[in-house]
């Protein structure tokens, strides 16, 4: 059943929505990920800046980085090779330069549909520009269920059984175990709520992206002469031009955008969550921030992890033996010793670490969009620990399965309300771009030229100067 469910979904239904949406949003924006791609690294200035009582910009970007490098960097690439050939890669690529534009709109509609909170905090995602943008409630809630199911359920379960299978590997310890210390830990940090969780994130993420990425660097280094044969063989098989892979250019295509929205879950609704809690002085500003989440996720660590495999020799076509994340460490095992696989299981205990808590919060940020009991909130704290345990002793097959089949409806919901609200994308991207052109260094949003939509004007402070309103807007009256 899940494999029907899947094959109905990814080759006939999100492959259009994903690379079709993320093509016109492109083009139709003037190539926005590419126009503000130098403005994106900007943000490392506020690495050290921390604001009183909100989550600075950088925060939500190493928040939103955290939850999408996790198992999908590196035993989804190693699945994604393995099942759909080197080819699969470029597809990636191509998910992940169009689904920069794809988080751009999706970000900074969550920023301007955002709620204050009585405690001075934000709130805000797909649900949120669904309910007010749209006015559609129930799809809202059907919005919500998925994410609650998908990350809080179904991707921690994944996660789990990604380090646990990684331990056993290199250091034999029993799955049991890894679920077992993983379910204490998760019961720890979650009590903590977001402002613990940033904190922990835009500490770990940076240093371990880095020192991962130095790795494939040295793998990089030690093969230099067999790196530009490398490339041209993830281009060729993805368009079916490689004898090894000939007629395989589908499953190329199918593996590639799978795994890529697995890993960068550009359109999939889940980084406006956290986009949508930072403090920003525009909408447009966490869009610009969040595509480069995108960007980091595949372009470098998803990259990172491929030419890891493919240098190494350690990948043989056909031969499904080693899976998923042992083909990775077998992979970089192969090419700087035995070193290497634990290397690979620490990287990856880091990883999952953040992606945990983050799909954690993403869940319960779905559940207070239909209640904050505190029961109902500790009872969703108990069955997340459960599936973590649970996701540490299940197989490779039924994981992923289950994790493709909701990740796919919660992409379905969140880019059919892309689609409708690309106006209201494309009249704030405007509003950004018109201020940037007057000369504006920091673009600020006034909700005044946005008194026709339905957003809480108590997350915007007022503006005192005039701000050239956006085409299509009127301007207030001062």
């Not at 130098?38 to 943000?43: K, L, P, V, W």
């Not at 920023?111 to 943008?133: N, S, V």
């Not at 289950?402 to 009249?427: H, S, Y």
Request: glycine residues 12%.
């Amino acid at each position: 059943m899940l494999d029907l469910l899947n094959d109905l979904i990814w080759s006939k239904l999100l492959i259009v929505m994903l690379v079709g949406l993320g093509l016109y949003f492109t083009i139709r924006s003037g190539f926005v990920q590419f126009r503000y791609f130098g403005s994106m690294f900007r943000i490392f200035g506020e690495a050290f800046e921390r604001k009183p009582g909100q989550l600075s910009s950088f925060q939500a970007l190493m928040l939103s980085v955290a939850g999408r490098v996790g198992a999908g960097n590196i035993a989804g690439v190693a699945v994604a090779i393995m099942l759909g050939g080197p080819g699969a890669v470029f597809w990636m690529w191509v998910v992940a330069l169009v689904g920069m534009a794809t988080s751009y709109f999706e970000c900074s509609l969550a920023q301007l549909y955002k709620r204050r909170e009585a405690d001075g905090t934000f709130r805000g995602g797909p649900a949120f520009y669904i309910q007010h943008g749209l006015g559609q409630r129930w799809m809202a809630v059907l919005f919500s269920i998925l994410l609650l199911v998908t990350f809080g359920f179904g991707f921690n379960a994944l996660q789990s059984f990604t380090v646990a299978s990684s331990l056993y590997d290199t250091f034999g310890l029993p799955t049991y175990v890894s679920g077992i210390v993983l379910a204490i830990v998760m019961a720890i940090i979650i009590f903590g709520g977001i402002r613990r969780i940033a904190s922990i994130a835009d500490i770990l993420v940076p240093i371990m992206a880095f020192i991962y990425i130095g790795m494939a660097l040295t793998v990089i280094g030690m093969n230099i002469g067999e790196v530009p044969e490398t490339l041209g063989l993830i281009v060729r098989s993805a368009f079916g031009l490689e004898p090894a892979f000939a007629g395989g250019i589908g499953a190329a295509i199918i593996m590639g955008v799978k795994r890529g929205l697995f890993s960068n879950e550009a359109g999939l609704g889940s980084a406006p969550n956290v986009a949508a809690v930072a403090e920003v002085a525009h909408p447009s500003a966490q869009g610009i921030v969040q595509s480069l989440s995108v960007f980091i996720d595949t372009l470098l660590v998803c990259t990172s992890t491929a030419l890891i495999i493919l240098l190494s020799g350690a990948y043989t076509p056909g031969v499904e033996e080693v899976a998923g994340v042992v083909l990775t460490q077998s992979a970089l095992a192969a090419v700087v010793g035995e070193w290497g696989r634990v290397f690979v299981s620490i990287a990856l205990l880091l990883f999952v670490f953040t992606t945990l808590i983050y799909n954690y919060y993403l869940g319960e940020n779905a559940l207070g969009f239909f209640t904050s009991k505190r029961p109902v909130i500790q009872g969703y704290r108990a069955l997340v620990i459960a599936l973590v345990l649970w996701g540490s002793l299940q197989d490779l097959g039924t994981v992923f399965a289950f994790a493709d089949v909701t990740m796919g409806l919660l992409a379905i919901v969140n880019l059919i309300a892309l689609a409708f609200l690309f106006k209201i994308g494309l009249r704030l991207m405007r509003d950004y771009d018109g201020q940037v052109r007057a000369g504006a260094t920091q673009p600020v949003l006034d909700p005044k030229v946005y008194a026709d939509l339905d957003i809480d004007r108590s997350a915007w402070p007022e503006v005192p100067s005039i701000v050239q309103p956006p085409a299509g807007a009127t301007a207030p009256t001062r």
